[in-house]
């Protein structure tokens, strides 16, 4: 009951890559880096096995950005030119890379990442992959011509890892979609058909996180611009009630997210963000329980995960290894409080 976990990323030691950047340069190359992405990776394996997490990802230590560290390993896409783009509805700008031909994976992707976590672990495993939609706007296309093909496109190679994924041990695979929040008129139309694309024939858990971003500036003053009921979730709820995914994570502590709006996703386990990634002050276990006793008026408890709002890979370090730490103490001192 109220089984922690997180959104995904996580912060990368100075020894690894640049610090607090969303976009960071890697520090070394070859098997060099390898073996620092691998080193990172078990850190913070250990961190959240200390903090007292129940279900443990690799931080996406091996990843420069949640999106490019999936699409580096597909055939078809141009890294050589990239291109200035507006993302997110032109939220913020990005240099992108230009999709050129037929996609094909090259091989597997996050194959070393859940065999590391496998290994080292007894508890559940989760890898997170970007969705289709978000990779959609987050490249620029000169091949499909259409966005809808180019999103079928991708939803069959993530598939395709996915699969591999499970076979791997992995018990959670998590697909990240933050355009949900963007185009709430495609994820009707074709953005939840992609992405049960994703997860066919998947016997594992599967979940997709839309948040409302990273705690980035750009991030930050969108916000500022939704007003005081962010209510982009009760467009796309209903339509992700009735789809295959099990698993549903949303933005919740410190945002203007209705509570009530988790009651459309009746039926689905919720992922209830209980810790801010936009704000380096650490919550206390009283403020995170407080947090999921609000949230359990509308989930009910086996449904309910306490997560983070969103990944935290821009964070300072030693922050996000002390949100950690609350989460598991905030979700331990509210299953107390339940079995009284």
Request: hydrophobic share 40%; with cysteine.
């Amino acid at each position: 009951m109220l089984k922690t976990t997180i959104a995904g990323s996580l912060p990368k030691p100075g020894w690894l890559a640049e610090t607090n950047k969303l976009w960071p340069a890697w520090r070394a190359q070859g098997a060099e880096l390898e073996r620092a992405k691998r080193d990172a990776t078990l850190l913070w394996l250990k961190e959240q096995e200390d903090a007292g997490l129940d279900i443990v990802t690799d931080g996406e230590q091996s990843r420069q950005h949640f999106v490019h560290g999936f699409l580096e390993f597909v055939e078809g896409i141009d890294f050589s030119r990239k291109v200035k783009m507006g993302i997110r509805n032109n939220r913020y700008d990005a240099m992108v890379p230009v999709v050129t031909g037929p996609l094909k994976l090259k091989g597997r992707v996050h194959e070393a990442e859940a065999r590391i976590l496998r290994q080292h672990s007894k508890k559940q495993i989760k890898i997170t992959m970007p969705g289709p939609m978000t990779i959609v706007d987050t490249l620029a296309d000169e091949h499909y011509g259409d966005k809808v093909k180019l999103a079928m496109a991708f939803a069959g190679l993530l598939n395709q890892e996915a699969r591999a994924l499970q076979k791997d041990g992995v018990d959670v695979i998590q697909f990240d979609e933050p355009a949900f929040n963007v185009y709430m008129d495609d994820v009707k139309r074709w953005g939840i058909d992609a992405l049960e694309r994703a997860i066919a024939g998947l016997k594992c858990t599967t979940c997709v996180h839309i948040c409302y971003g990273y705690g980035i500036q750009a991030n930050l003053d969108w916000k500022k611009t939704l007003g005081d009921s962010w209510r982009q979730y009760e467009e796309i709820f209903p339509a992700l009630a009735k789809s295959r995914i099990k698993q549903v994570s949303l933005e919740c502590i410190h945002s203007h997210v209705p509570p009530e709006l988790m009651k459309l996703l009746k039926g689905k386990d919720v992922l209830v963000g209980v810790i801010d990634v936009a704000s380096d002050k650490v919550e206390t276990p009283q403020e995170v329980a407080a947090t999921i006793r609000t949230a359990l008026k509308y989930v009910p408890a086996k449904h309910l995960f306490p997560c983070t709002n969103c990944g935290m890979a821009p964070m300072d370090r030693e922050v996000a290894a002390a949100k950690l730490r609350a989460l598991g103490a905030g979700a331990a001192l509210a299953r107390k409080k339940l079995k009284k």
